[in-house]
T-cell receptor, first 115, second 115 residues
Framework: KAGVTQTPRYLIKTRGQQVTLSCSPI?????VSWYQQTPGQGLQFLFE???????NKGNFPGRFSGRQFSNSRSEMNVSTLELGDSALYLC??????????????FGPGTRLTVL | AQTVTQSQPEMSVQEAETVTLSCTYD???????LFWYKQPPSRQMILVIR??????QNATENRFSVNFQKAAKSFSLKISDSQLGDTAMYFC????????????FGKGTSLLVTP
């Protein structure tokens, strides 16, 4: 099985722009979660989607949004970019929210740089 | 709020030796899951080992084992026969029903395995 894929792998944007990141989960996985990784704050949960619905949301401003499509692929969008949004954005997929293992498989991440 | 604390930002171990990475967490729930994830340099995060809180037996995966002390809320990772390929950031993570299964990560421990 192919692993979790994320596109693009690298992005450079300027302040005020918006950006859309994409994540394709492992085939058969229905839950997709997004995390932001920065040197200062570490790994922080952004949101989770399951069956095209946002099921859980972390403590991030409304500039961060996402969606999930019927094929479980997910996108996240960040509007009005700020310098502090520079980070590695990780997507993780899992079989489902009620899996007793709750194992999340991570993608390689998208490195976003905001200038 | 749940917190995960990794008190060792950096550690070093020689090849073939044993090293233990510490992790403590805080929760008021009785049912939860604990994980150790490994993030090699410039490579994606992978699950090393997981532990269900209701299981008293410590999890083991080949050279990796955990010491789960539920009362003390401690979850340390022991790596035996360390190999150069074990060099990576190691993250302790925690999830529970109340958090909607979002992973709550510690700040990480950077492990360097030297020849």
């Amino acid at each position: 099985k192919a692993g979790v894929t994320q596109t693009p792998r690298y992005l450079i944007k300027t302040r005020g722009q918006q950006v859309t990141l994409s994540c394709s989960p492992i085939s058969g996985h229905r839950s997709v979660s997004w995390y932001q990784q920065t040197p200062g704050q570490g790994l922080q949960f952004l949101f989770e989607y399951f069956s095209e619905t946002q099921r859980n949301k972390g403590n991030f401003p409304g500039r961060f949004s996402g969606r999930q499509f019927s094929n479980s692929r997910s996108e996240m969008n960040v509007s009005t970019l700020e310098l502090g949004d520079s980070a590695l954005y990780l997507c993780a997929s899992s079989l489902g929210r009620w899996s007793s293992y709750n194992e999340q498989f991570f993608g390689p991440g998208t490195r976003l740089t905001v200038l | 709020a749940q917190t995960v604390t990794q008190s060792q930002p950096e550690m070093s171990v020689q090849e073939a030796e044993t090293v233990t990475l510490s992790c403590t967490y805080d929760t008021s729930e009785s049912n939860y899951y604990l994980f150790w994830y490994k993030q090699p340099p410039s490579r994606q995060m992978i699950l090393v080992i997981r532990q269900e809180a209701y299981k008293q037996q410590n999890a083991t995966e080949n050279r990796f084992s955990v010491n789960f002390q539920k009362a003390a809320k401690s979850f340390s990772l022991k790596i035996s026969d360390s190999q150069l390929g074990d060099t990576a950031m190691y993250f302790c993570a925690f999830t529970e029903t109340n958090s909607g299964y979002a992973l709550n990560f510690g700040k990480g421990t950077s492990l360097l395995v030297t020849p």
